[in-house]
């Protein structure tokens, strides 16, 4: 296809798959487009193994990597170390963690010191961290860099370009989108409210295209729309908007590869559109998540306000990790609340394919909608 | 344009504009698109004579009118004398928006008596008044019905049906789409949470194409894309991926011919697409506003609990005329406070143009996108 995304980054398709699956960021680049490994929350080593992994399995085809790297959250200056995060997180949040834990029968013991391995999710977030990370993925010959939260920090960019490494950069507002571009990022991801994970509040239908006529006199920046989309058809239509390819999330989440739990696969598979929360109850920041018991008690007037950036994690990913294990074994409570990231666009997700057929099920409905555009203008 | 919204309306271009200004509504119809006028709130004899004039200006071009006639009201039974739904509005409502004016030093004087005449919009939305209402549409040869809110009663239906006028309902979730589908209705308006006014949770990217596949297999009922929709590319996005055309409210709300006042007018032309907010504080149900001090002093903590339709109208809407009135003559308070109905899409609309005009650029922009589409496939 011949779009600047293709250019850039040299591939067929300009489909972007985020995925925390190493098999699904595989398959996607062989299929053509490119899969984009989310590397938050890895260690160093365990970055190495699933890189290695990748480069044995993607045929040489090219793939990218895809940290967190924010201007601002607790612990940034080095001030605080990892160990005192833990210590930071006020008692009445284990507490009401717990109590919806004790509610649906799951048990609560080790919380506290799980609680404690999430604090590495914030050490890889500062500059020495994800230095040793992006050297990792040069090292690997990474063609892409995408960075999920606010601007790139400034050294970050220098070295990706020092490297030939593109950046691109998720953007949820116009002004957040002019900034990026005056950064100096190579690729917009312009995501919209109805997206999965971290997400601002202006549709995909509306920022696209707003994004697109805010840059031009800046720089004609290439978008990869995001938020929402889950088919071609949806592709096509943002690209006809002003994007230059689509960035997409949530239709991978279900392919027979993912590390998605059966139980939330089974969930995602047959929820309609209405059934996500845009919250704060999981990172600390807006992300949007599939609907549960748990998403349900954090909405709840009694549960606390969330806190900030990393110690919400720190709170929330110890009791999910349980409720998934949980789950995975057919706990009935367990089942009741398990959740994950994922946008509004999984109400078009009903069958389970292999993320291979899913790249190619996006090419033949992208076809369609072209095809459809022109039906109107015979 | 071959579409079955032209078929159906008899039109060139698959345009739809709501607007409650019976200029905007005769322009647009004679730019090739159509007009609907909102006539809920209008007296029968009020309507009698904007459908006069617009009969009178329309060079004879087909226009639409849109009702609200929801299955479920307060005072819906008829056991509610409209006179007695003044009675029902706590005295908790009133004493907060008089505070709010006077915070803003605008006279809270004499809203009692206008909150009664609010009740009209209530009156309305019953069978007798909406008959009434529906008779001069058909006597004035409207050529579309309209209802904005829920599967319009079996009785409406039937009398458009005996008329020969199509009926177009707004949905905002699939579950709703299948129930007007197989209720008979013949356009559905797909709106998404981006739009102003009455909103669902679901954004149009993701409506549209949920909506048209679950419809084919019951009917291939024509859709409407709505929600965030102010331009061509837009537009073309939306009928890429299903849609066979567009009903817009927000960008025809800064026309120079649109009723809209001259502060909010200005306010919306600088207006981001962040600049909205989903409230159930004007109406009782979501909708969606331009954020000002009036909406945020309703999204307060303090703030009562908005009232069910149309008792929440009958609190906000007397006091919001205050403000335009005030508003309209330069007073700073008012300024501050002045607020309408509008999507988010209105961080697209940035110049004053007339309505024709802007179907006019709805048209060119159509082209961009289409050729744009047609330029990856080169």
Redesign the interface.
Known sequence: ???KICEILDIEFPLLAFSHCKDVVAQVSKAGGMGVLGAVGMTPEILEQELNWIDQNVDGKPYGLDLLVPNNFVGKEGSVDPKDLAEMIPQEYRDFRADVLDKYEIESDGLREQTQDYSNWGANMKEDGATEMLQIGFDHGVKLYANALGVPPKWMLDLCKKNNVPVAALVG???HAVKQVEAGVDILVVS???GGGHC????????V??VH?AIQPIKDVPILAA?????G??M???????ASGAWCASVFLTTSEAETSEVVKEKMLHA???QTVRSRSRTGKHSRQLKSDWTDAWESPDAPDPLPMPLQTMVSEPALAKIDKASDVGHEGAKKLATYWV???I??VNEKLTAGQTVQKFKEEFID??E???????
């Open positions: 296809m011949k779009s507002k116009k002004e919209g409210t109805e601002g509040s202006v549709s995909t239908m509306v920022l295209p707003e006529r938020g929402g989309i889950c088919t058809e949806q096509a239509g943002a690209m006809a908007m002003g309609s559109s209405d946008g509004q666009g109400g078009l909608a072209y459809r555009l022109n039906s109107f203008m015979e």
